[in-house]
């Protein structure tokens, strides 16, 4: 069974800290996806990141996939009250038969006080 | 960008009763939809795999005859939840993903999901 670990599951910081949550696994992926949820909603896609050791920008987040395509990070830079909600990695493997099936991390809950 | 449209965002009925939720792709084709289910704080739980014109693949533990799943076009996917009681209470979320390939490397697009309340 492929596992997503993701961690922290909670973390609360100030308005202006960084923060990096992490997705780790001992299963290679094709590629890895990141969604941000907020209550009551469904997931929003933020990045796929498909190659390994690739880096994708997106204004004040950074996604990483790991060389081995087994782990990815998100990074916020300076993080804002409105990055507040629930951080999502999901991975996707050859071996899920081509349905495009999704392994889901924990879930990271981030809050941002002002 | 892709929209998945879900119908309805929340139900509250009693116990017993059938509920049906709806899942539309609004401006693709999809061959494929997931519908997960999601307790609060936590992560999405998946339930089912749902091909068009075939029968859903269904995750361990959940039950096919409680959960039914109905796939008929490439735009609409529907939930079942038949004889509601208070345990199935949850928020359900589904969604859909295109005909691209490598299948492996397309993002799921989510509905809005569904609170369903069971009194």
């Known amino acids: 069974t492929q596992l997503l670990e993701q961690s922290p599951q909670f973390l609360s910081i100030q308005e202006g800290e960084n923060l990096t949550v992490y997705c780790n696994s001992s299963s290679v992926f094709s590629s890895l996806q990141w969604y941000r949820q907020e209550p009551g909603e469904g997931p929003v896609l933020l990045v796929t990141?498909?190659?390994?050791?690739e880096v994708k920008k997106l204004k004040r987040l950074t996604f990483q996939f790991g060389d081995a395509r087994k782990d990815s990070s998100l990074h916020i830079t300076a993080a804002q009250p409105g990055d507040t909600g629930l951080y999502l990695c999901?991975?996707?493997?050859?071996?899920?038969?081509?349905?495009?099936?999704?392994?889901f991390g924990q879930g990271t809950t981030l809050q941002v006080k002002p | 960008g892709a929209v998945v449209s879900q119908h309805p965002s929340w139900v509250i009925c009693k116990s017993g009763t059938s509920v049906k939720i709806e899942c539309r792709s609004l401006d693709f084709q999809a061959t494929t939809m997931f519908w997960y289910r999601q307790f609060p704080k936590q992560s999405l739980m998946l339930m089912a795999t749902?091909?068009?014109?075939?029968?859903?693949?269904?995750e361990q533990g959940v039950e096919k005859d409680k959960f039914l799943i109905n796939h008929a076009s490439l735009t609409l996917s529907t939930l079942t939840v038949t004889s509601a009681h208070p345990e199935d209470s949850s928020f359900y979320i589904c969604?859909?993903?295109?005909?691209?390939?490598?299948?492996?490397?397309?993002?799921?697009?989510f509905g809005d999901g569904t609170r369903l309340s069971i009194l």
């Open positions: 749902s091909n068009e014109g075939s029968k859903a693949t269904y």
């Open positions: 969604s859909a993903s295109g005909r691209a390939v490598p299948y492996s490397n397309q993002p799921q697009h």
């Open positions: 990141v498909v190659t390994g050791g």
């Open positions: 999901a991975g996707a493997s050859r071996g899920s038969g081509n349905t495009g099936k999704l392994i």
